[in-house]
């Protein structure tokens, strides 16, 4: 098991990280402004391409992202610090209520919407499965020690994927039951928490690099 935790709480941590930072709570307007004229069969089919696809991706990125390191001379405690970084700036996005600009193009609305085009891109990538969720499925990764470990962190993958899904198909209801304001309210704080694990993240790397200069034993 990973050093400090219990079962339960490295899944609670892996699950917790992946889906606060896919976000599919602040992606229900724009998914719904997508789909408000499509079918129930239309959605389904686009959520189910889309699940897929993240699934696929992240999946990739957790399992090889170790050998990807490798061939490029990274080490774990750098891309700790650069993806610690980067989660904070989305944090700090989400703590604006805003979709951060590292997931989402605002050109991409003012073109016109066809769901058998969106599935993959930009609903798959990189709305859900984005720079960030891909980041943390990596450093997760490199976390585990033991199969169990891996196969947590594939699990929280795929519940966080499902439930995100699932959360975009009731778009309709959720948008109309919290409203804009509910939603933002959400999504500031779920940014707070996001914040919090990337400090986290953050100074594990930056320790990891005093160290391995010989500043500290």
Not at 39 to 63: D, P, Q
Not at 83 to 111: C, F, P, Y
């Amino acid at each position: 098991m990973a050093v400090g935790y219990s079962f339960f709480s490295f899944f609670i941590y892996s699950f917790t990280s992946i889906f606060i930072i896919m976000n599919p709570i602040g992606l229900v307007p724009l998914f719904y402004i997508w789909t408000s004229e499509s079918e129930k069969t239309e959605k389904i089919e686009l959520l189910r391409k889309s699940a897929i696809a993240v699934m696929l991706t992240l999946l990739t990125f957790a399992l090889f992202g170790g050998s990807i390191f490798k061939f490029f001379g990274i080490t774990l405690d750098s891309f700790k610090v650069a993806g610690g970084i980067l989660m904070l700036k989305i944090a700090w996005d989400m703590l604006h209520a805003q979709v951060s600009k590292t997931r989402h193009n605002l050109k991409d609305d003012e073109e016109p919407i066809s769901l058998e085009d969106i599935a993959v891109v930009p609903m798959a990538i990189p709305l859900l499965a984005g720079p960030g969720t891909i980041t943390t499925s990596i450093i997760l990764m490199e976390h585990s020690i033991t199969t169990y470990d891996t196969l947590i962190i594939m699990f929280s993958i795929i519940l966080a994927t499902l439930i995100s899904v699932v959360i975009l198909y009731l778009s309709d209801n959720i948008a109309r039951i919290l409203r804009v304001s509910g939603i933002k309210a959400i999504v500031r704080i779920m940014g707070l928490i996001l914040a919090a694990i990337s400090i986290e993240i953050i100074s594990s790397g930056v320790f990891g690099l005093i160290k391995s200069a010989g500043l500290m034993y």
